[in-house]
């Protein structure tokens, strides 16, 4: 399915192609919120490729999975993989250059914000995003670390970012 499709796109235009590509990063966008996740019981990669096959199914099927979550489930059986590829191996293929195209909106998992901070989720961000932001940042030179039982206060300037103590 994917090569053909990337060699008949390849005989378009390139702002063609480009269209394509932001037309199927909008839709697979639309599908990505928490209650499609949940419902079609797919994470991170797998849960783009059930979203990839929604598309790849039709206008038909992607609308009913875009109006009824639990819909999503049918598309987790087909194999729509590739499908995220074919515009730049169609660009690659027509013009012989690396794609360097980026879509309005993203595709990945977790990306459609509104889509995971609904009232389905609780206000819950996606876990990638809940991770980044869970991070600690490293400490600024001179600000002053707990101090735990009897241990003595440390500045930052003692430890590194790993957190061992330079010698």
């Known amino acids: 399915m994917a090569s053909s499709l990337a060699a008949e796109l390849a005989t378009l235009s390139v702002p063609d ?18 209650a499609h996740a949940r419902a079609a019981r797919a994470r991170g990669d797998w849960f783009l490729y059930v979203r990839c096959a929604a598309v790849a199914s039709g206008r038909a099927a992607y609308e009913e999975a875009l109006a009824d979550p639990h819909k999503l489930r049918r598309s987790a059986r087909r194999e729509a993989e590739p499908l995220p590829f074919v515009a730049s191996q169609a ?44 991070v600690p940042r490293p400490l600024r ?3 002053q670390l707990p101090v735990h039982d009897n241990e003595r206060a440390r500045t930052s300037r003692e430890w590194t970012c790993r957190g061992a103590k330079r010698g």
Do not use: C
């Open 17 to 34: 192609i480009q269209a394509f590509e932001d037309h199927l990063a909008d839709l697979l966008h639309g599908l990505d919120t928490h």
């Open 91 to 134: 660009y690659e293929r027509s013009t012989g250059l690396p794609w360097r195209h980026e879509s309005p909106v993203s595709y990945e998992s977790g990306s459609n914000l509104t889509g995971w901070s609904g009232d389905d989720t609780s206000g819950k961000l996606p876990l990638w995003l809940r991770m980044i932001i869970a």
């Open 141 to 143: 030179r001179g600000t």
